[in-house]
């Protein structure tokens, strides 16, 4: 995806959070309460390191070396902040994000390394030969190399002594461009991965359980019975019977859709249970309860079908 060039980091995160929001793959997320506060967290993270990395640029290096080294060591560190968050938000979305040495983003490696070396583990780097740790190399800031823009750094490997220029101001710069171009990217891939769902779904509405289903014939039918018509008493039970098959269905349909066993209005279940109850002899109400009782479960069943109308218009493809 393309991003626009004057569009920031926080410009971007704040579209993809948008995107996120107002997006059906929200529901495959939230059922998994680990994946969707893994989400948060590095959505937070990558707005927080990106507060740190701007402060960085717009204030002046201490004076102090204290100050100096202490700049310094936060502002690597929260570059890698930052990328490690980036990885684990397209984590939770199934999106690669590769920052091996190899991969497609190998100038976030050299970051990566830039930052092990000098203040991440400058004391000792190791590496693994026949599974066994030894011994890679040992590096030192030289103190009196520090400025705002980067600092030269002594390292000392198996066979070789030598001297590098780390350049933050430049690494600031290639960090953020390569940032927006994956915070870019995962928002085209929420974009095309809610499309695939819509186009699974489209046709599949919840509407349509309704069709079938008329109950307002049969809340009639309910009605006048408990006002007291005897003779639409097998109407009325068939009506229940039919409005408790719609509401099954819909909660199973529900339960396919969103991974969730959440009941969508548990008004219309506990209504639902006392007619099923009174059905059965379990309980005795008079009739004037049970017609009371009705015209609610009326009321909740019409909320029911505003919901189901809810819900196909959320998966509706956008033309």
């Known amino acids: 995806m393309v991003f626009e060039n004057d569009s920031s980091v926080n410009d971007l995160m704040k579209k993809f959070r948008s995107a996120i929001n107002s997006s059906v793959i929200r529901y495959s997320i939230l059922v998994d309460s680990n994946r969707w506060y893994q989400l948060c967290s590095a959505m937070d993270c990558i707005e927080d390191t990106q507060l740190s990395i701007e402060y960085y640029k717009n204030s002046n290096l201490p004076e102090n070396n204290g100050g100096k080294y202490l700049f310094i060591y936060g502002l690597m560190q929260a570059l890698i902040?930052?990328?490690?968050?980036?990885?684990?938000?397209?984590?939770?979305?199934?999106?690669?994000?590769?920052?091996?040495?190899?991969?497609?983003?190998?100038?976030?490696?050299?970051?990566r390394e830039k930052r092990h070396n000098s203040i991440g583990h400058p004391t000792k780097r190791s590496k693994y030969k026949n599974k066994k740790k030894e011994w890679k190399s040992t590096h030192s800031i030289i103190r009196t190399s520090m400025i705002k823009d980067g600092f030269e750094i002594r390292s000392k490997f198996p066979n070789e002594l030598k001297y590098d220029y780390y350049n933050l101001n430049e690494d600031i710069q290639v960090q953020n461009k390569i940032v927006k171009e994956i915070l870019s990217d995962l928002i085209s891939h929420i974009k095309n991965k809610e499309r695939k769902i819509k186009m699974k779904y489209s046709s599949n509405k919840f509407i349509n359980l309704f069709d079938n289903c008329l109950f307002n014939n049969y809340f009639a039918y309910m009605l006048e019975f408990f006002y007291g018509d005897n003779r639409q008493e097998s109407m009325g039970k068939m009506g229940f019977?039919?409005?408790?098959?719609?509401?099954?269905?819909?909660?199973?349909?529900?339960k396919e859709r969103y991974c969730s066993d959440e009941f969508i209005n548990f008004d219309i279940y506990q209504l639902l249970e006392i007619f099923n109850q009174w059905l059965d002899n379990k309980i005795q109400l008079n009739r004037w309860v049970m017609y009371f009782l009705t015209k609610q479960l009326k009321i909740e069943f019409y909320k029911l079908k505003k919901t189901a109308k809810d819900i196909d218009t959320e998966f509706a493809i956008d033309k």
């Open 81 to 111: 902040i930052q990328q490690d968050a980036l990885r684990n938000l397209g984590e939770v979305l199934n999106f690669e994000i590769n920052f091996s040495k190899n991969g497609n983003y190998s100038e976030l490696y050299k970051i």
């Open 241 to 254: 019977k039919m409005l408790k098959e719609v509401c099954d269905k819909f909660q199973k349909k529900h």
